[in-house]
């Protein structure tokens, strides 16, 4: 079936009027905004349409996603461009799209797109038979199935207990390594029935479906989204002129807990407590735009059921990052 960026049902962009407004200030006289997750283009739509004389870039690991939102966004000409790459390389792209290598503003909008929750054959989804895919870039040679067949035990259990806070982690990949002895386990609904024949009833009965922290943490390694993001921040932060802004939502605790990490490391003072002055290069060089994680309203919630989980953080950058700072960030490779 063919898909189409306008129609698509699900492709409601979340918290959107919340966005334009904290990311307003730096685009009033236009300029540059990377939107680091194009997807259907919803979010970079709303921003081109708001600010006549901005250029937005979107990045994308999922060709279909960029030729669909191309498509989309071609009435803005070459206001608008794409790029095909995990969003961790968005310092690459401001470099050459940027001013002397900074935007203005970047967007990042976490987790799975509404695009690749509807069609049903990349595997995202436990509600539909099909291959288990889940790749967001389809050139990867990993799919979940590959995963599935090929990891031990233990690693399988990590990655169930880590990345989808899988209680019954255990439980769950023992079975997967012994089902697979006698065949693979390659289709969604084989992994749902699995998982649903091996949680105890009472568990099922709470906190919804019961293969949903699976599916996310399958998701999460065929794609390395949290080694991508952990990269991604401070990258973003240093794309950012003096002024600039950077506005993520997250979806899952995960998520959000590396985002609040990496924007706190601006957000505070490393001066040594109880001295009388702040050490120079030692305040903070970034300016928290949302109290705590900002949330959808009910209405929202109502409206766009994706915008339930949603955590909102937004900063300005209020000056340069003081060199011992970047050093760090330098040693632990979260800045090339």
Known sequence: MALDAHNNA??????????????APALNDGGVLIDCTLGMGGHSEAFLRSFPQ????????????????????????DRFSAVHT?????????????HDGRVDAILMDLGVSSLQLDEAERGF?????????????????????????????SELTRILRVYGEEKFAAQIAREIIKRRQSSPIERTSELADLIRETIPAPARRKGGNPSKRTFQALRIAVNNELDVLEAAVPRAIESLRVGGRLAIESYQSLEDRIVKEALNV??????????????????????????????????????????????????????????????????????S
């Open 86 to 98: 995990t969003y961790d390389n968005v310092d690459q792209v401001a470099k050459t799209f940027g």
């Open 54 to 77: 901005l250029r937005v870039i979107g990045i994308d690991r999922d060709e279909q996603a960029i030729d669909l939102a191309s498509r989309r966004l071609s009435q803005f000409g």
């Open 266 to 335: 601006g957000l505070k003072s490393t001066s040594p407590p109880g001295l009388p002055m702040e050490l120079e290069d030692h305040g903070p060089y970034l300016n928290s735009l949302t109290r705590g994680a900002h949330k959808a309203d009910r209405h929202e919630q109502e409206n766009n059921p994706r915008s339930a989980s949603v955590r909102l953080r937004a900063v300005e950058r209020l000056r340069p990052t003081p060199p011992h700072i970047h050093q760090s960030y330098r040693r632990q490779g979260s800045v």
């Open 125 to 153: 989804s436990y509600s539909h038979d099909a291959p288990l895919d889940m790749r967001m870039d389809t050139s990867s040679p990993v799919t979940a199935a590959h995963l599935l067949a090929t990891l031990s035990h």
């Open 10 to 23: 699900l492709h409601i962009p979340v918290l959107l009027e919340p966005i334009i407004n904290l990311l």
